[in-house]
């Protein structure tokens, strides 16, 4: 997609961060804006800017984990621009670190509701009508570098990524039919307020097993004010988007890193000679398993 003029662009955490970074970007491509977030003073200063740089926006109060909510606010944005987004992205994040074995049920109910129960709210809400209204689009969902290794210390938080990435591998095969593209985010730090995600954590999930006070979100602030600024992260996913890329990951500095990740990986594949018969018979088993399927799918049966 190249042609942004008029095209609605639904944006979580969009009124801060990375995603205040899309709708910028995007606003000044020629999108309508519409700005998903849970803090309402922060989506009428963030509307306010857009606004005054001459974008059409509107804002939505939204709690990404709250399913009823996103229904209304897709149909509050169908009612306010008359189409579902042509463009999604799916952006909002928390993040909380500690060690793994003190993780509460609250920490992983949290972490996994938002990270990743969030993507699936919004993908649940938005795609069938952006396929029926039979206008393609482009969906990008944020994951993170988190999500393809594993951590001590963000267990929870990359667990989610990485389903996120596996998630948003699967949407892109099973939407090109509708030419609706989709391709994931996966940064390394960012320039954002993310340290201060746990004051919105919700009361009722507020038992942790991690230490979180001031000094530890004073720390963090140190680390992300050293990250890659989010207009410049917007521009790139841009552009990323404009090549069709699936995977979008504008930080040089973690090319080696994923290069030695998946070189272990592969490295720990037996090589053919060692059943060549039976991975003959496993791959003519599967192909032919997913012939029946797809005849089974075009004869109008759910394979």
Not at 267 to 272: G, I, T, Y
Request: proline content about 4%; some cysteine.
């Amino acid at each position: 997609m190249t042609d942004y003029a008029g095209k609605v662009a639904f944006i979580t955490g969009g009124a801060s961060g990375a995603g205040f970074g899309q709708a910028r970007v995007f606003a000044q491509a020629g999108c309508k804006i519409v700005i998903a977030d849970i803090r309402p003073a922060a989506i009428d200063e963030a509307a306010a800017k857009l606004r005054a740089a001459g974008a059409q926006v509107h804002g939505i109060q939204l709690d990404v984990t709250d399913r009823a909510a996103y229904a209304r606010a897709a149909d509050e944005v169908e009612k306010v621009f008359g189409d579902p987004p042509q463009l999604l992205f799916n952006t909002a994040g928390v993040n909380a670190f500690g060690p793994l074995e003190k993780s509460t049920y609250d920490d992983f109910d949290w972490l996994l509701g938002v990270n990743l129960g969030g993507v699936v709210n919004g993908m649940m809400t938005f795609v069938p009508r952006m396929i029926g209204a039979g206008r393609g689009g482009h969906i990008v969902t944020t994951s993170s570098m988190g999500g393809f290794f594993g951590s001590a210390a963000a267990s929870i938080y990359s667990a989610a990524k990485a389903a996120v990435i596996n998630l948003m591998e699967s949407y892109r095969l099973a939407l090109a039919q509708y030419n609706i593209k989709v391709s994931v985010l996966c940064p390394a730090n960012i320039r954002t307020n993310i340290a201060e995600a746990t004051k919105l954590r919700p009361a009722n999930l507020s038992n942790t097993g991690y230490v979180i006070n001031d000094d530890v979100i004073r720390s963090l602030h140190s680390i992300h004010a050293h990250g890659l600024d989010p207009l410049v992260l917007a521009q790139r996913t841009k552009e990323a988007m404009e090549a069709d890329q699936l995977y979008i990951i504008p930080y040089p500095e973690e090319k080696e890193s994923l290069a030695r990740h998946f070189k272990q990986i592969v490295d720990s594949v037996l090589p053919m000679e060692a059943d060549p018969e039976g991975a003959r018979t496993r791959t003519e088993a599967l192909r032919n398993w997913m012939k029946d399927r797809q005849a089974l799918m075009s004869n109008g049966k759910n394979g």
